[in-house]
């Protein structure tokens, strides 16, 4: 079985505050670049499973150049090897750009799952996958806290968490599935595997050889834009009410009231 799980370097949010620049946007350059949280996850399910039905792992990145450093790591944990989509002129670009360049990169390899982090720390839009799915006609399963893949008869069923529950779905792969945290902890890398990372595939590849039909690619091609931001306002004073609970509630009533509430 070959999965594909897609992942990206994030600033660390362990680091500095996270800041904007000039033009608006992030600035990536203020903390160290590391595996974005949610699609360490992923590929710990994805390791999960090649270790019960055997397989390989490939890892599809969108970055800078830079990306291949934070790519190693993940390299480390155990995926077999990578795939570093960089271009300067891709600075910037948003969803549907995003999209259409992973989307494009996954139409030349050959896979049976691929495995999405739910969102990224540093936007959290979470829409990605799903566009990468709808582009290509995939079957699209999110939300995933369970992933039983039946490769003989090319389907996989998975538990996908609801606000009531779960449901059940089944698909054929080949198949995008958008697992959650509920699928297990992501393991550490071991020093086996931080010397094995640094020997694994890790290939760079631009829009040309890529072959992506993007037009007007980058920040300054962006179909939405920052116009401002401000500071939240200071937390205005609090009052604190000590002592039974009927006494509590009487003091929430009381003000609610005099605030013409209720």
Known sequence: MHIVVMTKPVPDPAAAAERLDADQRLDRAASP?????????ALEAALKLIEAFGGEITLLTM??????ETM??????????GLLISEPALAGSDVPTTAIVLATALGGLTYD????????????????????????RLPYLGNAAKIEPDPPNGRVTVRR??????DVLEAPMPALIVCTQALGEPRYPS?????AARSKEL???????????????????TTTRVLGTRRPPSRGATTVVRGSAE??????????AARRII
């Open 72 to 81: 190693r790591k993940a390299l480390a944990m155990g995926a077999t090897r």
């Open 161 to 166: 968490i609801t606000p009531i529950g779960y």
């Open 33 to 41: 670049a590391v595996v974005n949280g949610n699609d360490e996850y």
């Open 63 to 68: 970055a800078p150049a830079a990306g291949a």
């Open 191 to 195: 020093l086996k595997g931080i010397m």
């Open 247 to 256: 006494e509590g509630a009487t003091a929430i009533v009381e003000l609610l």
């Open 113 to 136: 799952l691929v495995l999405a982090g739910v969102d990224t720390s540093d936007g959290g839009g979470g829409v990605v996958p799903a566009a990468i799915a709808a582009r290509l």
């Open 203 to 221: 290939v760079t590849r631009t829009l040309e050889s890529l072959g992506a039909d993007v037009a007007g690619a980058g920040g300054a091609h």
